[in-house]
C-alpha cells in the first residue's frame, strides 16, 4: 500500500494550475521530484561542490565520493557492476554510445540490426545512422492489433546476419511489457546482442540484467524521479571492455602524447569531460527514495490505476485505447472518435491535468495503428483513483463540447 500523504513529498504537486490542485499524468515524459532528491542538489552545490576525480583537496574528495557511491547504487539497484555503470546524459545518449561504439567498432557491411516497431525514436534513429554510416541493414520486428511484439516474426528475422536487438522493456505509447528475458533468449541463440531501453520499466518495476539475461541497458534519471541531464548505460564488462571509447577528451585517458592516446580503464573510458556529479548524487537518492517505498509496492499501485482507469475509459463510447497487450505497464493511450487529441490535451489543461499528446516520440507505431497521435496518460507512485475520477469527470465534460 502506499500512503496517501506521499503527494506531500512532492513540493510541486501542492502547487494549482488555473486554479485547480495539478493532476499530474504526464510521468512517462518525466516525473516530479521527491524533495529529498532536490535537497540533495541543493547539498551538493552548498556543501560539495568541486570537481571529481582530479582533486587532492577535501571537498573533491567529498563529491568524487558521492559521485562513486551513486555508481555503486545503481549497481546494486540493478544487478550489476559497479565498473559496468557508464553515466550518460540520459537514455538517448546511452543508445548512441552503444550505435557508435558497439556497431561502429564491431560491425561490417552487411551485417543486420533489428529494432521493433513500437521504439522510441531514440531507438531507432541511432540504428538507422549507424547502418549508413556502415553499410549495415536494419529490420522492424512487427507489433500486433492489441499492442504486443510479434515473436514468430522476430524469430524469423534473425539470421546469423543480425548483430544486434535493440528492443524497448516497455512502450512509452502502448505501455506494453514485452517479454525480455525471452526475447534475449532468442537474440542470444542466433548470435546476436541484446540492449534494452528501460527508460519507461526503471522506475516502475523490477529491472535486473542478470535476470533479464540482457547485453546492453539504457536508462534515463529524470524519469525515475531524479533530475534531468544524468542517465545510464549499463553494459557487460567484456563487452564494454572490447569497445572502442565513444568521445575523446579528459578522464576517459590512461596516457596522452603528442603522437598518441592510451584509454582509461571502465567506466572512466567511456566517461569523457566533468561528469554530471551533482545529477548522479541525486540519482542515488532517488534510487533511495524508491528503494524506500519497495519497487514491488510502487508496480502493485500502478497496475491498480491501470486497471481502474481502463475500466472507466472503456465505458465512454468514443473513447478506443490503443494498446491493449495483457502484460501493461500504467501507461494508456486512447483516441476519440470525432475528437482531436490535441484539443483534449489543451481543454485538459485548463482544467489543471496535465496530459501528453501527438506521436510521442515514435511515429512508426502511429503508422502502424493507422493514426496522427493520442492522447496518452502515464501514472506513477503519487497517482490516485481520486485523480483518475477527476480526469474521467473532465474528458466526459471535453467530449460534450467536442461534438
Ligand atoms: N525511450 C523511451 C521508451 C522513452 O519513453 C524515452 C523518453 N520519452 C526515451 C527513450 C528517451 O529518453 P531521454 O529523452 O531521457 O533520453
Not at 494550475?17 to 524533495?35: C, E, H, M
Not at 565520493?65 to 539497484?77: I, Q
Request: charged share 25%; aromatic share 8%; hydrophobic share 40%.
Amino acid at each position: 500500500m502506499i500512503d496517501r500523504n506521499i503527494k506531500e513529498l512532492f513540493p510541486i504537486l501542492n502547487r494549482t494550475i488555473y486554479g485547480k490542485r495539478l493532476v499530474y499524468f504526464d510521468n512517462g515524459a518525466t516525473t516530479q521530484k521527491p524533495k529529498q532528491v532536490i535537497d540533495r542538489i541543493v547539498q551538493s552545490y552548498e556543501q560539495e561542490n568541486s570537481n571529481v576525480h582530479r582533486g587532492v583537496h577535501y571537498l573533491s574528495e567529498l563529491s568524487t565520493e558521492a559521485h562513486e557511491n551513486a555508481r555503486k547504487r545503481v549497481a546494486e539497484f540493478i544487478g550489476g557492476e559497479q565498473e559496468e555503470i557508464i553515466f550518460t546524459r540520459g537514455t538517448t545518449e546511452s543508445i548512441n554510445l552503444v550505435a557508435r561504439s558497439y556497431i561502429e567498432g564491431f560491425c561490417k557491411a552487411g551485417d543486420e540490426i533489428l529494432f521493433s516497431a513500437m521504439e522510441h525514436h531514440s531507438n531507432m534513429v541511432p540504428w538507422q545512422m549507424a547502418a549508413e554510416r556502415c553499410g549495415l541493414t536494419f529490420k522492424a520486428i512487427p507489433v500486433k492489433d492489441d499492442g504486443t511484439l510479434d515473436i514468430d516474426a522476430y524469430k524469423k528475422l534473425l539470421s546469423d546476419k543480425t548483430r544486434l536487438v535493440a528492443v524497448t522493456h516497455t512502450s512509452n505509447v502502448l505501455g506494453t511489457v514485452n517479454p525480455i528475458k525471452e526475447i534475449a533468449a532468442i537474440a542470444h541463440e542466433a548470435g546476436a546482442k541484446i540492449l534494452v531501453d528501460a527508460a519507461q520499466a526503471i522506475a516502475h518495476t523490477k529491472v535486473n540484467v542478470k535476470e533479464l539475461g540482457v547485453d546492453f541497458l539504457a536508462f534515463s534519471g529524470h524519469k525515475m524521479y531524479a533530475p534531468t541531464g544524468i542517465g545510464v548505460l549499463w553494459g557487460k564488462k567484456e563487452l564494454l571492455e572490447a569497445m572502442p571509447p565513444f568521445m575523446g577528451g579528459g578522464e576517459m585517458i590512461d596516457h596522452v602524447t603528442l603522437e598518441h592516446t592510451t584509454y582509461g580503464a571502465l567506466p572512466y573510458k567511456f566517461e569523457a569531460g566533468t561528469p554530471n556529479y551533482v545529477g548522479s548524487a541525486a540519482l542515488a537518492s532517488a534510487i533511495d527514495f524508491m528503494d524506500s517505498i519497495g519497487i514491488e509496492n510502487i508496480h502493485a499501485h500502478e497496475e491498480m490505476l491501470l486497471k481502474y482507469a481502463t475500466e472507466k475509459l472503456n465505458q465512454i463510447e468514443r473513447v478506443h485505447i490503443i494498446g491493449n497487450a495483457p502484460e501493461k505497464s500504467g501507461i494508456i493511450s486512447f483516441i476519440v472518435d470525432g475528437a482531436h487529441h490535441y484539443d483534449i490535451g489543451l481543454m485538459l489543461d485548463k482544467m489543471g491535468i496535465a496530459v501528453r499528446t501527438g506521436h510521442h516520440c515514435a511515429e512508426p507505431i502511429m503508422t502502424r495503428f493507422g493514426i496522427s497521435g493520442t492522447v496518452r496518460i502515464s501514472f506513477a507512485v503519487y497517482n490516485t483513483t481520486e485523480e483518475i475520477d477527476i480526469f474521467i469527470e473532465a474528458l466526459k465534460k471535453i467530449l460534450n463540447l467536442l461534438r
